[in-house]
Nanobody
Framework: QVQLVESGGGLVQAGDSLRLSCVAAGGSVSRRAMGWFRQAAGTEREAVAAMHWSESSPYYTDSVKGRFTISRDNAKNTVYLQMSSLKPEDTAVYYC??????????????????WGQGTQVTVSS
């Protein structure tokens, strides 16, 4: 059973940067797509960024393109989300997730079987 633990959230000012980390335990995620999702109060969970197991063609939602970068280190079973030029509208709980299948790719939360507990990111104006 894969367990995911996120870290790196916090309270920052607009324009600042943060790097979120997600460490997987209990199994390798090297053959799974990995994603970062976020959920703000009163909204549905949305995909922020996702990366194939092969690290090709990462996906970014339009609102974070050019500001966020997803990366992974399969040797460390870890995925990262580098967030720059943060805006108040980026405020949300950020979740790391692992795809339920091997060698597949999806942006839909329903296709991700393993989830971290979430880390709060708050951006003040």
């Amino acid at each position: 059973q894969v367990q995911l633990v996120e870290s790196g959230g916090g309270l920052v000012q607009a324009g600042d940067s943060l790097r979120l980390s997600c460490v997987a335990a209990g199994g390798s995620v090297s053959r799974r797509a990995m994603g970062w999702f976020r959920q703000a109060a009163g909204t549905e969970r949305e995909a922020v960024a996702a990366m194939h197991w092969s690290e090709s063609s990462p996906y970014y939602t339009d609102s974070v393109k050019g500001r966020f970068t997803i990366s992974r280190d399969n040797a460390k079973n870890t995925v990262y989300l580098q967030m720059s030029s943060l805006k108040p509208e980026d405020t949300a709980v950020y979740y790391c997730a692992a795809d339920r299948g091997y060698y597949t790719f999806s942006r839909a939360p329903k296709d991700y079987a393993y989830w971290g507990q979430g880390t709060q990111v708050t951006v003040s104006s």
